[in-house]
T-cell receptor, first 110, second 115 residues
Framework: KQEVTQIPAALSVPEGENLVLNCSFT??????LQWFRQDPGKGLTSLLL?????REQTSGRLNASLDKSSGRSTLYIAASQPGDSATYLC?????????FGAGTILRVKS | EAGVAQSPRYKIIEKRQSVAFWCNPI?????LYWYQQILGQGPKLLIQ????????DSQLPKDRFSAERLKGVDSTLKIQPAKLEDSAVYLC?????????????FGPGTRLTVL
């Protein structure tokens, strides 16, 4: 069964701190892995997409890594800001289907 | 570029009633997805359309849920009759194609509460 797990479920940090969100998946036969951001009452926004042949992707203060062999991905957020407060979802693509984790609720305190 | 539009944004019904949701994808996007997101969980794919044909509906509870995409553009998702466990946010997404690496763009969702 294809399952995606995210740890921690919730995280509260002071502004300026660097942080890491974790994602693990049971089936390593992936096409790609994406990290999404979800704000309350809004849809999902794609942050980073890592192809199965890649090991990491970077966008601004965000860096995502992928280790297919161990079934893990991390999202690193540098110098966190209150505007980063949201739910972060990891999604693994198998064929044409995205399988999502339950997300990590991030709160950055000013 | 206009995003994915969904309506209504909120709906409250009683169990055993019927409800329908509407989605208008980004213009030119061939693939349309409906997801169900229960509170505290990630979105779960219910059905995927490629133009007006169904690609995957393996997780759609077909005894009560139905969906259609007429003319390969707009789509409606219907629940009849609703159960308490159907309370969730229903997200619509679209992508240019249906292949891996095609970015999915999500609408704001419809929050359904079944009493």
């Amino acid at each position: 069964k294809q399952e995606v797990t995210q740890i921690p479920a919730a995280l509260s940090v002071p502004e300026g701190e660097n942080l890491v969100l974790n994602c693990s998946f049971t089936d390593s036969a992936i096409y790609n892995l994406q990290w999404f951001r979800q704000d309350p009452g809004k849809g999902l926004t794609s942050l980073l997409l890592i192809q199965s042949s890649q090991r990491e992707q970077t966008s601004g203060r965000l860096n995502a890594s992928l280790d297919k062999s161990s079934g893990r991905s991390t999202l690193y957020i540098a110098a966190s800001q209150p505007g980063d407060s949201a739910t972060y979802l990891c999604a693994v693509e198998y064929g044409n289907k995205l399988v999502f984790g339950a997300g990590t609720i991030l709160r950055v305190k000013s | 570029e206009a995003g994915v539009a969904q309506s209504p944004r909120y709906k409250i019904i009683e169990k055993r009633q019927s409800v329908a949701f509407w989605c208008n994808p980004i213009s030119g996007h061939a693939t349309l997805y409906w997801y169900q997101q229960i509170l505290g969980q990630g979105p779960k794919l219910l059905i995927q359309f490629q133009n007006n044909g169904v690609v995957d509906d393996s997780q759609l509870p077909k005894d009560r849920f139905s969906a259609e995409r007429l003319k390969g553009v707009d789509s409606t998702l219907k629940i009849q009759p609703a159960k308490l466990e159907d309370s969730a946010v229903y997200l619509c997404a679209s992508s240019l194609g249906g292949r891996a690496l095609d970015t999915q763009y999500f609408g704001p969702g419809t929050r359904l509460t079944v009493l």
